[in-house]
C-alpha cells in the first residue's frame, strides 16, 4: 500500500525557514517524481513544485510564487522528499501535502496524497 | 500558468446529473489529453476521481464521466448522491508546471 506521510509542519514567523519531510512506503520511490502542493484554509490547491527521479536528473520546478524561496530535495536513500521553505510570508500559511504521479495511463495525474501538514507563517 | 477556471459552485438534487466545467488555455487543457479531477471532503486530501480526461481509476463509480472540447474540459456526475456533497478540482498537465483549477463546490440539495 503507497503511504505518504508529511511532517514539520508548524508555527513560523514572517521571514523565517521551515524544513517539511514526506515520507513515503509501498513503492519504488527513488523511480517516481514527487510533487508538493498547499491548500490556504478555505481556498484551492496550489501546485508549490516537484521534483523528479535520478533518471531525469532530479530536475526541479516551482509555481511562480515561491521560486527563488523555496528547495525540493529528495533523500533517495531514506525515501524521503523535503520542502525547504526560506524567506515565508504569511500568504505561504497553508495545509502542505506531498503527492506522487499515479500508476494509470500518462502518469500526469496525482494518483497518491499525504495528509498533509499545517504551516502557519505568523507573528 | 494562472489557474484553470472553474464555476465556484453547483447543485444539484439526489438523482440528477450535474457537469463541471474547467477551462484553461492551448497550452494545459487544449494542449494535452491530460486532465484529472479531484475530489475533496472538508478536511481530507484530495482523491483522484478521473485521469486523462475520461478515465475512471478503479473503484471511483461510473456516475463519473469527463470529457474535453478544445480548451474545456468536464466533469459530470449522474445519479447524484448525498456522499457525492465536496470540493473538486481539475489539473491539467503542462510542459513545465503544475495547475490546477480553482475549485467547485457541489451541494447536493
Known amino acids: 500500500e503507497v503511504q505518504l506521510v508529511e511532517s514539520g509542519g508548524g508555527l513560523v514567523q514572517p521571514g523565517g525557514s521551515l524544513k517539511l519531510s514526506c515520507a513515503a512506503s509501498?513503492?519504488?520511490?527513488?523511480?517516481?517524481?514527487m510533487h508538493w502542493v498547499r491548500q490556504a484554509s478555505g481556498k484551492g490547491l496550489e501546485w508549490v513544485g516537484r521534483?523528479?527521479?535520478?533518471?531525469?536528473?532530479?530536475?526541479?520546478a516551482y509555481a511562480a510564487s515561491v521560486k527563488g524561496r523555496f528547495t525540493i530535495s529528495r533523500d533517495d536513500s531514506k525515501n524521503t522528499a523535503y520542502l525547504q521553505m526560506n524567506s515565508l510570508k504569511t500568504e505561504d500559511t497553508a495545509v502542505y501535502y506531498c503527492?506522487?504521479?499515479?500508476?494509470?495511463?500518462?502518469?500526469?495525474?496525482?494518483?497518491?496524497w499525504g495528509q498533509g501538514t499545517l504551516v502557519t507563517v505568523s507573528s | 500558468q494562472s489557474a484553470l477556471t472553474q464555476p465556484a459552485s453547483v447543485s444539484g438534487s439526489p438523482g440528477q446529473s450535474i457537469t463541471i466545467s474547467c477551462t484553461g488555455t492551448s497550452s494545459d487543457v487544449g494542449g494535452y489529453n491530460y486532465v484529472s479531477w479531484y475530489q475533496q471532503h472538508p478536511g481530507k486530501a484530495p482523491k483522484l476521481m478521473i485521469y486523462?480526461?475520461?478515465n475512471r481509476p478503479s473503484g471511483v463509480s461510473n456516475r463519473f464521466s469527463g470529457s474535453k472540447s478544445g480548451n474545456t474540459a468536464s466533469l459530470t456526475i449522474s445519479g447524484l448522491q448525498a456522499e457525492d456533497e465536496a470540493d473538486y478540482y481539475c489539473s491539467s498537465y503542462t510542459s513545465s508546471r503544475g495547475v490546477f483549477g480553482g475549485g467547485t463546490k457541489l451541494t447536493v440539495l
Open positions: 521534483i523528479r527521479s535520478k533518471a531525469n536528473s532530479y530536475a526541479t
Open positions: 486523462d480526461v475520461s
Open positions: 509501498g513503492f519504488t520511490f527513488s523511480g517516481s517524481a
Open positions: 503527492t506522487r504521479p499515479g500508476v494509470y495511463g500518462s502518469g500526469t495525474h496525482y494518483g497518491y
